[in-house]
């Protein structure tokens, strides 16, 4: 069962990556073309933008079905993967909570931005930054911590 999935995998690892490969080959063959012609321009990256949103929902849908199967034959991974989605729900209103809504900034107003997409934008920033402080502050603690235990 195991190889067949493996197997099933290559295959369609390599009919993806063939298929992105044409169709670069065809965006760059029709370059030109394609930046004063916007109905060729459409003709041929839709099916390439199809593609992507295809392979990128099966990915998605694989992952949620692997990561659910792994749930249920093993319950205690399950407590603690809970444990960390609410962790980090607490970490995104903290953000939440503190990013700002001001649209001042030359760029929102360029680009029409609300004051909730500004709101939404900072706090994905903020949860950026605490989870990178984090993550820093993990990487000193395993190097002490692996120091003091080789002591």
């Not at 999935?5 to 690892?13: G, Q």
């Not at 929102?108 to 502050?137: A, C, D, P, R, W």
């Amino acid at each position: 069962m195991d190889k067949t999935i493996v197997n099933i995998t290559k295959v369609f690892t390599i009919i993806v990556m063939a298929a992105g490969a044409v169709f670069t080959g065809i965006v760059m063959a029709n370059q030109s073309d394609m930046k004063t012609n916007i109905d060729l321009a459409n003709k041929i990256l839709d099916p390439f933008f199809g593609l992507t949103e295809i392979v990128l929902g099966l990915g998605i849908l694989i992952t949620l079905l692997f990561a659910l199967g792994q749930l249920f034959m093993t319950p205690k991974a399950a407590i603690s993967a809970l444990i960390g989605v609410v962790l980090l729900g607490v970490l995104y209103l903290i953000s939440y909570l503190s990013a700002s809504s001001s649209i001042d900034a030359p760029v929102y107003q360029e680009f029409n931005i609300t004051s909730s997409e500004s709101k939404l934008i900072g706090s994905l920033m903020y949860l950026v930054y605490i989870l990178g402080g984090l993550s820093i502050l993990a990487i000193i603690y395993s190097a002490i911590n692996s120091f003091l235990l080789k002591r």
